[in-house]
């Protein structure tokens, strides 16, 4: 109890698909990854989630610049521990893209990490 920890999220992405960044925003267009995390689970988030060097890219379509991951994506989210956790749970929502055929998906997946 009150020790900092890091949570890191590591993803490998499938070649030829992206995945899009958390760190920025357009009105339209492709939608950033955003992580909530549980509120039971004895942890106080410290700051926002930090993408680990994405790549840029600005596109006047969507008239605005675009951050987003090929190959391999990593996150760090940093925590302070208020209570005994049992680790912590979640859900991370975003999308990734064929950057060939432009086909995009939109997703919703569930992460739970073992007690620190």
């Known amino acids: 109890v009150g020790d900092d920890i890091e949570i890191v999220f590591d993803a ?3 070649p030829g698909w992206i995945l899009y960044s958390s760190d920025f925003q357009l009105e339209i267009g492709p939608q950033p990854a955003k992580f909530t995390f549980d509120s039971d689970t004895g942890l106080t988030l410290v700051g926002t989630i930090q993408p680990v060097e994405p790549r840029w ?8 610049p675009y951050s987003y991951f090929a190959a391999h994506a990593q996150f760090r989210q940093k925590a302070r521990l208020d209570a005994a956790s049992g680790g912590a749970s979640g859900r991370i929502t975003g999308q990734t893209c064929l950057e060939e055929s432009g086909l995009c998906r939109l997703f919703r ?3 739970s990490t073992a007690q620190p």
């Not at 890219?57 to 605005?64: F, P, S």
């Open 12 to 14: 490998d992405i499938t």
């Open 57 to 64: 890219k600005t596109d006047a379509t969507l008239n605005g």
């Open 109 to 111: 997946e569930t992460f």
